[in-house]
Structure formats: C-alpha cells, structure tokens
C-alpha cells in the first residue's frame, strides 16, 4: 500500500469514526449524556493505565463533552452554582441532600459527631475526608477545598 492511499484508508475511517460518535461529543440531550457516562466508564475499564493507551483520546474527547453538557445544561445549573460557591462543608451538604444520607451515612469522614463538625465549620475536611469523598462519589477531590 503506497503513501497516498494509506492517507485515503485513514480518512476514511476518520469520516467513519466521526459520524458513528458525534451524538457523544456533542451532547445536546439527556439520553446521549447518559449514554457517554456510560460508554466513557466502560473505556476507562478496557484501556491500560499507560500514557501511550490508545483510547486516552476518545476518552478525553468524551469526558470534556460532559464537561461541557454538564456545565450548559440547566438541569445542572443548581448543583454547578453550589459548588462554586460552597465550603468544603456546603459540598458535602449537598451530596448528602442529593443522595439522601444522614449524618451516620458518612463513614468517609468518621462518626455521627465527626459529621456534625464538619459540617457546622467546626473541624475541616482532612486530605483522608477529601479523598474517600471524592472516590464514593465519583467528583474531583478538588470541589471540597
């Protein structure tokens, strides 16, 4: 195969490639975002922990379509102006609103008391808090501080 039409072949599947995930890297509706969680989570599991991983790019291209449909979409608007603007606390104030825990649901961060503290401002999120947090509810570690 000459030069020239290895480049044909390539774009070709480029074309191909491009047309089969466009509603994944432009989400414009629900069902499309919860189909690129999906697809994106069932990548992650098949790629190698290796910068040379050839599904890194789709990944990524996937991962900053969330990004983006999670930052325009009103339905995120509430959570994404919550966090912005939240403590540590508010942040964890509002996972436990949202995923209807209490205080004694929280072993993450301790005991019932534990809890309280932190979220009345009374102790802070340890490095340890933070992480376990950020692992039980699949978000940034970076959101808590």
């Known amino acids: 195969m000459n030069a020239a039409s290895e480049l044909i072949e390539v ?9 089969i995930t466009a509603p994944y890297y432009n989400l414009v509706d629900e069902q499309h975002y919860e189909q690129a969680l999906e697809l994106m989570e069932s990548l992650m599991e098949d790629a190698e922990d290796s910068d040379d991983e050839l599904l890194n790019p789709v990944i990524s291209m996937l991962a900053e379509a969330i990004r983006k449909y999670e930052d325009e979409d009103p339905a995120f608007e509430d959570f994404n102006r919550a966090v912005e603007s939240a403590s540590g606390a508010g942040v964890v104030q509002l996972l436990m609103d949202q995923h209807g825990l209490g205080m004694k649901d929280l072993p993450e961060i301790g005991s019932k008391s534990m809890v309280s503290r ?28």
């Open 11 to 19: 774009r070709q599947a480029c074309l191909q490639f491009a047309r």
């Open 118 to 145: 932190v979220l009345s401002g009374q102790r802070d999120l340890s490095k340890k808090h933070i992480l376990a947090l950020s692992e039980r509810f699949g978000v940034a570690p970076g959101i808590f501080l």
